[in-house]
Structures are given as C-alpha cells and as structure tokens.
C-alpha cells in the first residue's frame, strides 16, 4: 500500500474510475469543482485529487455527493468497488484510507496482535495460515502492506493510538517461542512511543465490556468518529453515530478494565521473562 503526498493513496484504477464517474456527473450538471465542494462540504482541492483518482474518498463525500448529482446511485455504486490495492483485504480497503489520515484511533484485539503491532515473521506466520493457500508473491504483498501502515504510528506523531490486547493473545505462542519473544520485544518497545498507549487485558478479569468481539474506533480530522468490525472473509465500516458511540462506550469501559500502562509493560516483561 504506498501513499502520495499528503498521505493520500498511490492511484488505482478503481480510484480513477470513481473519480472519471465523479467528474462526469459534476460535469453533466454543469457545476465547477468549486461549487461542488461547496455543495458538499469539501474543499475544491479533494474534489479535485478525488476526480483524478488520487485520494480515497470517504464515505461522508460519497453520501454528500450521491444526493448533490442526482441520487443516482451511481456514485454508491462505484464506491463498492474501490479496492484493488495490493495486500489489503477488499473489505478493509475504506477503512485503511481513514487510518492513514486519524486523529484517533482506538483497537480491540482478543485473536491475534494487531496488524499495526505485529512483527514482519509474526505477520508471515498468520499469511501462512491463511485459507485458501496464499502464493509467495501474495504474501509479500501482504506484509508490504501491513508495513507500510505500520508506518503511522511514527509518522503520524500528533494521533492518538490506544491498543487493548487480551493476555491469552501472547501465551498462545503463534509462530513458536522465537517468534513469541520477538512479538514481546516489539509491543515493549512500542509502548515507550509518546503517541501510543498499550493496554493488556488480563486473564484474570473474569469478564469484560469487549467480549462480544474485537473492534476498531477511529477519529478523523474532523472530528467525526468510525467504528470497524471484521470477521473471517468480511468487514463493516460503521459511520451511524449512534452505533459508534455505543462501541466507543464499550472501548471506554474495556480501557478502565484493562491493565493501565505501567503495569501491562510488567505483565509483558514477566512473559518474556517466561519464554
């Protein structure tokens, strides 16, 4: 997954296709870039990098624009198909163009470390694994991509990351006690970033806000809030804001019940001192 200047996605073909449907629609109602922006609460420069393929729009530019050209469903449409980047699942593809520009972003994980934690032999492991069988080409792929978001977490120093892991996540041993350890060293070393908070949620709370299943909460710049949930061969981007807000409530609840940061760098220096 690379990135073009102000963070926005290397262009694709289904990006300029949105976007060539974009223009068409704005053209045949006879409206500048400018006015379009206007109509829906963009500025003429995204409209512009969304037309020419080279910008992700999100979903609160699909929905504004669909109504403002018609109602067509044209655009809705179009926007079902914008994926075909290289290492990244179909379904995630929207959310990873929110990540990349969050001011926040929150991540509940019971099943595995969480993408933007994960070691490159941790990450090759779960490839691996994966069904059907990936060819190699497809798993580097994959992990180029998994990297370059990895990125975000230096890069982006004024974002917020908090991270709630289930302690049963690290004593399960994916990959072998190399690989465990390396995973260890890693989380402890990203725990020291300024930007991040690292939470464990340990074995012996006996039950918790988060049990219905992982989650994803992210906060883009204008403030506005996400919520993602993935299962096996599917994802659901969620942008009605009474739903996110009670999944934030959840994500605030679990972080009262996890560990705080101090203590879960010791819980994690005592299982690396296990290994």
């Not at 949620?201 to 204008?222: F, K, N, V, W, Y």
């Amino acid at each position: 997954m690379g990135t073009g200047n102000g963070g926005e996605p290397e262009s694709s073909g289904s990006l300029r296709t949105f976007g060539a449907v974009l223009q068409a629609l704005r053209e045949y109602h006879g409206l500048s870039r400018e006015e379009l922006g206007d109509l829906v609460g963009f500025s003429k420069h995204t409209v512009a990098s969304i037309e020419l393929g080279r910008r992700m729009p999100d979903p609160d530019f699909v929905e504004a624009a669909e109504k403002a050209l018609g109602n067509t469903g044209a655009l809705r449409r179009a926007a079902e198909h914008l994926e075909r980047e290289a290492g990244l699942a179909s379904w995630f593809r929207r959310w990873a163009g929110l990540e990349k520009q969050a001011i926040s972003l929150y991540t509940y994980e019971c099943r595995m470390i969480p993408g933007l934690l994960q070691t490159e032999a941790y990450a090759r492991q779960l490839f691996m694994d994966e069904l059907p069988i990936l060819t190699d080409e497809q798993i580097e792929a994959n992990w180029v991509a998994r990297a370059n978001r990895q990125r975000l977490l230096r890069e982006r120093q004024n974002s917020a990351f908090s991270f709630i892991i289930e302690e049963q996540v690290l004593l399960r041993g994916t990959g072998g006690v190399d690989i465990t350890r390396e995973s260890v060293d890693q989380l402890l070393e990203i725990a020291q970033l300024r930007n991040v908070e690292l939470q464990i949620m340990p074995l012996a709370r006996e039950s918790h806000a988060g049990l219905h299943g992982p989650m994803q909460l992210l906060e883009d710049p204008s403030n506005k809030w996400f919520a993602y949930l993935e299962a096996p061969e599917c994802g659901m981007l969620l942008s009605d804001a009474k739903v996110v807000s009670r999944l934030y409530g959840r994500y605030a609840r679990m972080r009262s019940q996890a560990l705080p940061l101090q203590d879960s760098v010791s819980l994690l220096q005592r299982i690396r001192g296990d290994l």
